[in-house]
């Protein structure tokens, strides 16, 4: 079950550098994204019109590129401008398009109608810090995780796994506190509020004092900022998160010193996409910035985010496993008190989806 | 084409120490089995009635089993005892059970109509040295051979095959003698009895004098327990052969010399199920077990059982892969003299399976 | 689409040496290809129809093929001459036959109906010194290329690739002549004239003075045979090619020093058949012979040829892998003027499988 009608993130911009091409498969289509020498962008089905070779194993030539078979040469508009040792091109060798645009630190293309492309409302929010450079960070994908990218959504809407997947990072038996989300919008000590907006999902919570049992990592930050190798003593710990249909979630996390209430806190924002490979794979995306600390760090922290990430995949790609081409809610599994964003969020795609089919 | 109604190897028991936990498909069915601090077994489907998640990844807390991503604890009748961070258990969380026993060497379930699961009749004869702390033995197993199990049956009442495919260690030219068995009780110098007893092959063969062309195996035993480094002279060689319904074959070996005609024999035993998997895959499970010499040589006696059945599993693949989904009958093949026995066990796998069709 | 009335090369003769045999699917039909001890070659469908065992898992034993399982014996002619430890092979175990012979260098089965196989004329034209022992070379394949055959046909068809795929080798910017190719059998200087006759494209192009932008391959061959370094003066270059129905490729390529136009030419054809193994693999099959030079490069000549074929194989794979089971046809892509004997070749597979069809 796929939205077509919205922006989905198909590079990092360190792919597209110099020329540079990448062919992905998204919403299962084949589609060649690359940069011309001018920098401009492009976005083609990633299949020579000629003999079906992919367009992305051949190469940027200035503004063209071209084909790694017979050379034929294609502009950004997806017409073929040349064929060598041929006067003419074909007229009818044209290759569908893409809207294809640069925004928040990546590359973005929209699979669905492209009348729908000039509104850009579908960039998700909270994904500022992605693009701007005073934050320090790296860049880590995954490719074809076996798994339908909801199943991956479901996961990143869900915090309260947390407890158990990853207890060595985040986890621990102190955040329990992360189930029985009420609305509101403040923040409530060893709560969970949030709010639903049309296609957004935002939820927080605060944990005034938060120990040894809430895990390591977030007081690794504050260890960090300070320059101290470690930091015992709990802390003021608040995360905001914001999911906006269809595939992506921001976690804010703002950690600071109990005893200092209004010191500015230390910031990480951790960025997640599951772009949708196949109905039952999925490409998974993901940056962590902060506004703090020494960039020779920051493949620290992008390894760290593939560590979290991969103690997720042999769960995510069990369930898949055991679904077959089945959907998770076809068999009416049971859920608990902690879903219950997790459920908007499946609720919010199906209604974009059968919005889609029904052409509203 | 499976027997449901019957108990099957699903583990080892040293698979199953310390609150241990075992994910194995058996017969199309995901079974996680499992035992408590307090020694009790549990076998569960597979599979968390939350999200799918096979409760094999997670792991035993004393007496529950929990699941590894959002902590629910089962217990082993597999009722849903707790949610973390929730008040209330949801009641319908109940996780489907299988009958498990540990018996003879072996950790048990029962796939079928757990009605039937009392009877222990079907638990295979001639197993018993496998459970029997006074005999000398390991365990091995391969899992997910491409194989339908029941070629693999086929492979393990036919002694014949030991000829071209087993020289190195108990084939030769002079065991063609194990062809064309005759109905019967008694050992016949150079020829096979057998008798068939409902859903139970029971065959013999003896060799008063078995030289250096019956393959050098047996003969090693008798080296190995008189502690000498080899024994050239030929031995008097007796094997008695027991196949089970569905799955199980035991083969007890005694050799003595020659000239000892009173000597008490040295014996092995050795054990074999092929567990299906899916109808073209199965499990295979061995022993070999003996009533003599050191158990620091356990190991060469595993490795000897898996080098012996490594020569079997290409051929035993390659006939799957010429059948594909097809039936090794479905195609009237012609069939040989020394094909007898294995012809009645695949005759008593069909009426089982016939009768638990009709719910006989 | 397969052509099965026609001569394919299942292997080379040193796979056959010394009682060799080897198993290999060709038109989608399990085949086991073997030397007797006299010599005699012999090919059987490779299924004991005893237990569907490959045949090929067996040996040679004399002058009978011996079953790996139950050593059943088979002669050339398919008869189950022999069943170890039984009196009487059973009659009717008599295993499909492929006529073979050993032609051009190659060992040649016939897949399609026998009564066409006493016609050798669909061996194919100009593998003349494939078997010829006063040409220097060596032999390799390449098993299960996952491309339909006749996408590799495409690619050995068409020389007009190579600019882009091999211009380490012998393309380059100078070769954009290979393109439009006119009816004729003359040389023209920088041209290419063709002739179809019947299921045979011919076809031959020339450079009276080929340079540097030509690629470094025929230069390297002037090179060898006058025993210096390099040569980097431009050559008189002359390729002869010709495609035989349905699969086969010898390219005849001639050089000599521009100034010296009577000079013996130094030769080499390069030989190709991709040999259909399923609807959407194949085996290629290649060989480089030469008629100047030394015998201990002959690996040299090999390992570049896989090189070179190695740069064809992700492009003809990715082509196989977009269009899944459908035909590169049906879906109408646009041709270039380059694809003119390419789509000949289409024409002529398409017209012989019809005729095979309708029994013409």
Same mark, same amino acid.
């Given at each position: 079950m796929f939205v077509f009608n919205s922006w989905y993130i198909i590079a990092e911009p360190g792919e597209l550098e110099n020329g540079g091409i990448v062919g992905r498969v998204i919403l299962g289509k084949r589609i060649a994204v690359f940069r011309l020498a001018s920098g401009q962008l492009g976005a083609l089905e990633? @299949?020579?019109? $000629? +003999? +079906?070779?992919?367009? @992305?194993?051949g190469w940027v030539e200035g503004e063209i590129l071209r084909c790694a078979y017979h050379g034929a040469e294609f502009g950004a508009d997806g017409r073929c401008v040349k064929v060598p040792g041929q006067k003419a091109a074909p007229g009818r060798a044209k290759v569908l398009t893409y809207p294809v645009i640069e925004r928040l630190g990546y590359i973005w293309v929209w699979p669905?109608?492209? #009348?729908? #492309? $000039?509104?850009? @409302? @579908?960039?998700?929010?909270?994904?500022?810090?992605?693009?701007?450079? #005073?934050w320090l960070g790296g860049y880590g994908h995954i490719e #074809?995780?076996?798994?339908?990218?909801r199943l991956i959504n479901d996961n990143l809407i869900d915090i309260t796994h947390a407890e158990f997947v990853h207890p060595e990072s985040?986890?621990?038996?102190?955040?329990?506190?992360? +189930?029985n989300a009420r609305p509101g919008a403040d923040y409530h000590d060893r709560g969970m509020t949030f709010e639903i907006e049309d296609t957004i999902i935002r939820f927080r919570t605060h944990a005034a004092r938060l120990g040894q049992d809430g895990g390591p990592l977030w007081r690794s930050m504050l260890a960090e900022s300070r320059g101290v190798a470690e930091w015992l003593e709990p802390i003021d710990f608040r995360m905001d998160v914001i999911w906006s249909a269809p595939i992506y979630t921001s976690y804010r996390i703002q950690v600071r010193p109990c005893?200092?209430?209004d010191a500015e806190p230390v910031e990480i924002y951790n960025l997640h996409a599951a772009v949708p490979e196949t109905t039952t794979s999925a490409h998974y995306f993901y940056r962590s910035v902060r506004n703090y600390g020494d960039a020779s760090k920051n493949a620290i922290f992008i390894d760290a985010a593939r560590f979290v990430f991969n103690q997720d995949k042999p769960i995510l790609e069990a369930q898949q496993s055991a679904l077959g081409t089945s959907d998770m809610f076809d068999d009416a599994p049971i859920s608990f008190a902690g879903d219950r964003l997790q459920l908007e969020g499946r609720r919010i795609l199906a209604s974009l989806a059968a919005a889609e089919r029904e052409g509203i």
């Open positions: 990633d @299949s020579c019109p $000629h +003999r +079906r070779v992919p367009l @992305s194993l669905g109608d492209p #009348a729908g #492309a $000039h509104d850009e @409302s @579908s960039l998700p929010e909270g994904f500022g810090p992605s693009g701007d450079p #005073a #074809a995780i076996q798994s339908d990218y985040f986890g621990g038996p102190e955040v329990q506190f992360y +189930r005893d200092e209430p």
